[in-house]
């Protein structure tokens, strides 16, 4: 199965951050400059999946690193996909689904695979009617032309090559989300409680990649304290924090991190071993 890398390509919150309209809270460090959450997983044989498909996908997949300067071609463009998995349905998560058109038409019409949990799926569905159907009548129509597969909680499914276990988490009172155990790498993001079940598909990780909002309690999100302790229940190898607010400055909080343990930014990129 190989070396596969993550990228991610977007460590914000919801609202995308910094917020504009308040200056007082605005940053200057590139590094604070978070489009909504998602990464792309690229495989030793070319594969590339997604993790969801948020409002920014267009600017994901065109610039996913953040390195193109606006005016050339550019040269590290997401051309293909092999699959998304899908963590919920929230409109962070989900409302770039239509985006995924062009990517239809870069692979000749080919239909891309969206994994997730059944109720996150029958949800995207009703709010993206027009995406799901026959593929070749939707590519036809200019459609994006997107499969749905719901997946077995706590069964491994190989998705692009990537052997996958979806496994439900609690997004507080926003209900379910799905977390991801990808090989040696773990995804748990829009995450409150972690059920003890969960424990047995995190054994071992050598990458976690972390719900962490900020320092405040949050309803629906990990805080600080929060997350640290999660930390020390996986004790994985690595640990990534993402889905950060507003409120965490990259240059504040570097130095308070303890070993093992970083903040992620948009293009940020690390491989781990599926």
Not at 33 to 47: E, K, N, T, Y
Not at 140 to 157: E, Q
Not at 224 to 252: C, D, F, N, S
Request: one cysteine or more.
């Amino acid at each position: 199965m190989g070396d596969w890398e993550l990228l991610i390509t977007g460590c914000g919150t919801s609202h995308g951050n910094p917020p504009w309209g308040y200056p007082q809270l605005w940053s200057e460090d590139p590094r604070d400059l978070r489009r909504r959450a998602g990464a792309v997983l690229s495989g030793p044989d070319g594969q590339v999946l997604l993790i969801d498909a948020g409002p920014d996908l267009q600017h994901q997949m065109r610039d996913p690193d953040r390195t193109w300067d606006g005016r050339s071609y550019p040269a590290r463009c997401i051309v293909r996909c092999d699959g998304v998995l899908l963590t919920h349905d929230h409109a962070d998560h989900s409302h770039g689904l239509n985006d995924l058109r062009h990517l239809n038409r870069l692979m000749g019409g080919t239909p891309i695979s969206i994994f997730g949990a059944r109720e996150h799926l029958d949800a995207v569905q009703t709010m993206f009617p027009f995406c799901f159907g026959d593929p070749d009548k939707l590519y036809y129509l200019g459609s994006p032309a997107l499969l749905s597969v719901a997946m077995t909680d706590g069964a491994l499914t190989d998705v692009g090559g990537l052997p996958v276990i979806a496994f439900p988490m609690s997004h507080g009172p926003a209900g379910r989300t799905t977390g991801f155990r990808c090989g040696g790498m773990a995804w748990l993001t829009d995450l409150k409680q972690l059920p003890a079940e969960a424990d047995v598909y995190l054994r071992d990780l050598d990458l976690l990649v972390l719900d962490m909002l900020r320092e405040q309690e949050h309803s629906t999100h990990l805080n600080w304290v929060e997350a640290q302790a999660i930390i020390a229940r996986l004790k994985p190898r690595r640990t990534v924090l993402t889905h950060m607010g507003y409120e965490v400055k990259y240059r504040e909080w570097e130095p308070r991190l303890p070993p093992g343990v970083v903040m992620a930014y948009d293009g940020y990129r690390c491989r781990f071993t599926a």
